[in-house]
C-alpha cells in the first residue's frame, strides 16, 4: 500500500496522470465544438429563411441577342443533285461590344431571432451598344436572319425580387420587358424583350435601369467585348470575389466603392456562338463581384479557439503541477478536474455571449469569468492568495495570447510557434532539477 501511494506521487506517474485527465477533457470539448456547429447550422437556416423571402445573392449575366435564323443542311454530293437540302432554324448569340455597368447598393440587418443578415437594393443601370449582327455564308447554303423574331435577353438570378417595371431602351425606343430568358432556351431565370424589326442601323445604343433586392454578395458577368463594372455600397465590409479582382477600389467606414475593366481577351467564351447553353460554365466560371461579409463571424472564432482547449488544459494543469513540485503541496485529481472543467467552460460562455455581444466584448468578457473563478478556486487550493493570483495571470496572458492569435490569422502559426517553443523553454527550466526516478513521496 505504501509502495502504491509513492508510486502515485512519483513526478513521471503524476505528469502520466495529468496528460490523462487532459484527453478525458477532450470529451466535454467536443460537445462545446458540437454546440458551435449546431448554431452555426440554425444559423444558415435562419440566413436560408431571410434570403428565400427577401432574395439571395444577385447574378446579373448579359445581355445579349438572341436572333433566330434559317440555314440549309449538308447533305452527300450524290443526294444533292435530286433532293433539295432541308432547312433548319437555329438561334445565333451576340453579345455587346461595350458593356457598363453602375450599380449602388443600400444595404439593411435583417434578423431571424438572434441571427443578423445583410441585405441589400441595388439600382443598377446597365448602358452600352450593339453591333449589328452578322450572318456568315455557309458552305451548304445562304443563312437567313429572322429579324422579326429577335430578341434581347438579360440574366437575372433572383427575378422575384426585382422591384421595378424594367424597361429597354434601344436605339431611342421605350420596350417593356417580359418574363423569362426567351428564346435563349436557357432555364436560367431573366427577362426579355422582342426588338422591333428594320436593322438598318449599324450600330444599337441600350439603356435598362434596374432595381433588385439581394443579400450576401452580387455578381457580374463580362459580357461586352470591353466590360465595365462601377459598384458602391454603404456596406463597410465588402469581400471582393470571383474571376477579376477590381481595377481600383476604396474601403471606408461608411461603404465602397469598386471599378472593374474586363476585355473580352480573358475570358474563355466567344463574342458570338450559335446554340442556347453551350458555354454556360465558362460564363459562370467568369463571374466577378463583391460579398458582403461580417469581419469577425463568432462561430468561426469560437471553433477556432476551441481548437487551443488542449494548450489551455495542458499549460494550467502545468502550472498546477509546478505549484506541487515547487511548495509541496498535494492537489487532488478532482481539483484538477474541477480546473478544467472551468476551462472548457470558457469556449460556451464565449460562444453563448458572442451571439448578443460580438465577439471582441464577448471573449473579454467570459476570459474575466474564467480567470476570476480559477484565481479564486486556486487561491483556496494552493492556500495563499498570492498564489491564486499568481494562477490567474498566467491564464489571463494565456487568453490574451491566444486573443492574439485569433486576430492575426495571418501569422497566428508563426506565433503559436514561438509561443510554444517559449513555454517549452520555461518548463524545461524549472524542471532541470528533478529527479524523474524519484518514488519518494
Not at 470591353?226 to 461603404?255: K, N
Not at 482547449?309 to 515547487?326: G, K, M
Not at 478532482?334 to 458572442?354: K, N, P, R, S, W
Request: glycine content about 8%; proline content about 6%; overall charge positive.
Amino acid at each position: 500500500m505504501q509502495r502504491l501511494d509513492r508510486a502515485r506521487h512519483a513526478p513521471l506517474a503524476r505528469v502520466l496522470a495529468l496528460a490523462g485527465l487532459v484527453l478525458l477533457l477532450q470529451v466535454p470539448v467536443g460537445m462545446v465544438r458540437g454546440v458551435i456547429a449546431e448554431r452555426d447550422a440554425m444559423r444558415q437556416v435562419a440566413r436560408a429563411e431571410v434570403t428565400g423571402l427577401w432574395g439571395a445573392e444577385q447574378t446579373l449575366t448579359g445581355p445579349w441577342l438572341a436572333v433566330p435564323y434559317r440555314t440549309e443542311l449538308e447533305i452527300e454530293p450524290d443526294v444533292a443533285a435530286t433532293k433539295a437540302r432541308p432547312r433548319v432554324t437555329r438561334t445565333s448569340f451576340h453579345l455587346p461590344e461595350r458593356l457598363s455597368i453602375e450599380a449602388e447598393a443600400t444595404s439593411e440587418v435583417r434578423y431571424r431571432g438572434i441571427f443578423q443578415v445583410p441585405v441589400y437594393l441595388l439600382k443598377a443601370r446597365l448602358r452600352g451598344s450593339f453591333a449589328k449582327p452578322v450572318f456568315d455564308e455557309t458552305s451548304a447554303g445562304t443563312v437567313s436572319p429572322l429579324w422579326h423574331r429577335a430578341q434581347l435577353g438579360l440574366g437575372v438570378s433572383g427575378v422575384r425580387s426585382i422591384q421595378n417595371q424594367a424597361e429597354l431602351s434601344w436605339n431611342g425606343a421605350t420596350l417593356p420587358f417580359s418574363a423569362g430568358s426567351g428564346v435563349a432556351g436557357s432555364e436560367a431565370p431573366g427577362l426579355h424583350v422582342a426588338l422591333p424589326g428594320g436593322w438598318e442601323a449599324q450600330r444599337y445604343d441600350f439603356t435598362i435601369p434596374l432595381e433588385l433586392r439581394g443579400s450576401l454578395g452580387v455578381r457580374f458577368a463580362p459580357f461586352g467585348r470591353q466590360t465595365r463594372v462601377d459598384l458602391r455600397g454603404d456596406w463597410p465590409h465588402p469581400s471582393f470575389q470571383g474571376a477579376w479582382l477590381p481595377a481600383s477600389r476604396e474601403i471606408r467606414d461608411d461603404g465602397f466603392e469598386a471599378r472593374w475593366q474586363v476585355p473580352s481577351l480573358g475570358r474563355n467564351f466567344p463574342q458570338r456562338w450559335t446554340g442556347a447553353g453551350r458555354f454556360d460554365a465558362a460564363i459562370r466560371d467568369a463571374r466577378f463581384g463583391a460579398d458582403w461579409i461580417t469581419p469577425v463571424d463568432p462561430y468561426r472564432m469560437a471553433e477556432r479557439s476551441s481548437k487551443y482547449a488542449i494548450l489551455f488544459l495542458t499549460l494550467t494543469f502545468l502550472s498546477l503541477w509546478l505549484f506541487e513540485v515547487r511548495v509541496g503541496l498535494r492537489v487532488h485529481p478532482i481539483q484538477y478536474l474541477l480546473v478544467g472543467a472551468a476551462l472548457c467552460l470558457f469556449f460556451l460562455l464565449e460562444l453563448a455571449l458572442a451571439e448578443h455581444l460580438g465577439f471582441g466584448p464577448a471573449y473579454a468578457l467570459a476570459a474575466s469569468l474564467v480567470v476570476a473563478l480559477l484565481a479564486a478556486y486556486a487561491a483556496a487550493v494552493l492556500r495563499r492568495p498570492g498564489r491564486g493570483a499568481l494562477l490567474g495571470g498566467g491564464v489571463t496572458a494565456l487568453y490574451a495570447y491566444l486573443y492574439v492569435l485569433l486576430s492575426q490569422e495571418r501569422y497566428a502559426l508563426l506565433a503559436g510557434s514561438l509561443m510554444l517553443t517559449a513555454v517549452l523553454a520555461a518548463v524545461m527550466a524549472v524542471t532541470r532539477r528533478i529527479d524523474w526516478y524519484d518514488t519518494s513521496d
